[in-house]
């Protein structure tokens, strides 16, 4: 499966940006989906994922309550809806997704074997 990630930008600290992971080829039917950022200097950590049949969703605890991540079936698409962002939240988000993620792993960037090209989120304060 051939990743798209989208929605990416320069925001002020409170503002929303929505990113949007879509797949060129294939669909995500019976994929895990994760969105994983990475901050200059620092390495690639968990955000949130979905398992597309369940629904199941998990997030890092750091962006809990604010961001949301959601998938639209018709569209084929995985969302990340961040609010209330933070300059700690800049960074290049990438959106990963595999079949074989096991829900000990699902925060695991080792678990995803395909990779967007990820797109840079700028939270100014």
């Known amino acids: 499966v051939q990743l798209q990630a989208s929605g990416g930008g320069l925001v002020q600290a409170g503002s929303s940006l929505r990113l949007s992971c879509a797949t060129s080829?294939?669909?995500?039917?019976?994929?895990?989906v994760g969105w994983f950022r990475q901050a200059p200097g620092k390495e690639r950590e968990f955000v949130a994922a979905?398992?597309?049949?369940?629904?199941?969703?998990s997030y890092e605890d750091s962006v809990k309550g604010r961001f949301y991540i959601s998938k639209d079936n018709a569209k084929g698409t995985v969302y990340l809806q961040m609010n209330s962002l933070k300059p700690e939240d800049t960074a290049v988000y990438y959106c990963?997704?595999?079949?074989?993620?096991?829900?000990?792993?699902?925060?695991?960037?080792?678990?995803?074997?395909?990779w967007g090209q990820g797109t840079l989120v700028t939270v100014s304060s």
């Open positions: 990963a997704a595999d079949r074989n993620v096991i829900l000990s792993s699902i925060r695991d960037n080792g678990a995803y074997h395909h």
């Open positions: 979905i398992r597309w049949n369940s629904g199941l969703t």
């Open positions: 080829g294939d669909t995500f039917r019976g994929y895990t």
